[in-house]
């Protein structure tokens, strides 16, 4: 079993859409989560992080944990095609350290 | 903004070939690192580097090697690469502690 796992999808939704991603752990340690965005031919950026169970929103976007389901979701509302990307979750047991866990990314298109 | 560059978007080598992807970090950032990105498997990681000189394996350093001669370049070295090292090779860097910054990678095939 995978310490991360993330449907990779591909999920195409129509431009307005809420957008659901989701990743599940087995690593009880985990305590940071991160959402990264990764554009076709760039590389992965930071999109928001979480410290342990809870719900943390930026604009658009709000990112869940649910520590005791070891479950993990980023909502887009109002999903825009600039959304358009593969989204890769992340975990680690600290903060910047070098064992950062990954999900394999879900492949988002969001159609006009 | 901090820019990570790699020297190659795309690599063709030969089974056998020394390989050789340079990755330089214009932010002083102490952490520097080398991930390939596989579909289904996400990131993970090869090496890392918290100094110039130093070096740490990652998950699967096997068939690879690091240089941190400076403290902005980090290489990754494939001492002779072999089919199963085709991927997409990412390279980052960190302030200690602190959030990764990622290059665009590289991506390698090796026929």
């Known amino acids: 079993q995978k310490e991360v796992e993330q449907d990779p999808g591909p999920l195409s939704v129509p431009e307005g859409a809420i957008v659901s991603l989701n990743c599940t752990y087995s690593?009880?340690?985990?305590?940071?989560f991160m959402w990264y965005r990764q554009y076709s031919r760039k590389g992965p950026e930071l999109l928001m992080y979480?410290?342990?169970?809870g719900n943390k929103e930026d604009g658009r976007f709000t990112a869940q944990v649910d520590k005791s389901s070891k479950y993990i979701s980023l909502f887009i509302r109002d999903s825009q095609p600039s959304d358009s990307a593969t989204y890769l979750c992340?975990?680690?047991?600290?903060?910047?350290?070098?064992?950062?866990?990954f999900g394999a990314g879900t492949r988002l298109t969001v159609k006009p | 903004d901090v820019k990570v560059t790699q020297s190659s978007r795309y690599l063709v080598k030969r089974t056998g070939e020394k390989v050789f992807l340079e990755c330089v970090q214009d932010?002083?950032?102490?952490?520097m690192f080398w991930y390939r990105q596989d579909p289904g498997l996400g990131l993970r990681l090869i090496y890392f580097?918290?100094?110039?000189?130093?070096?740490e394996k990652g998950d699967i350093p096997e068939g690879y090697s690091v240089s941190r001669e400076k403290k902005e370049r980090f290489s990754l070295i494939l001492e002779s690469a072999s089919t199963n090292q085709t991927s997409m090779y990412l390279c980052?860097?960190?302030?200690?502690?602190?959030?990764?910054?990622f290059g665009p990678g590289t991506r390698l095939t090796v026929l």
């Open positions: 980052a860097s960190s302030p200690p502690r602190d959030t990764q910054y």
């Open positions: 992340a975990m680690s047991a600290d903060w910047g350290n070098n064992d950062m866990r």
């Open positions: 580097s918290y100094d110039v000189k130093m070096k």
């Open positions: 979480t410290y342990s169970s």
């Open positions: 690593n009880s340690a985990f305590q940071y």
């Open positions: 932010m002083d950032h102490e952490n």
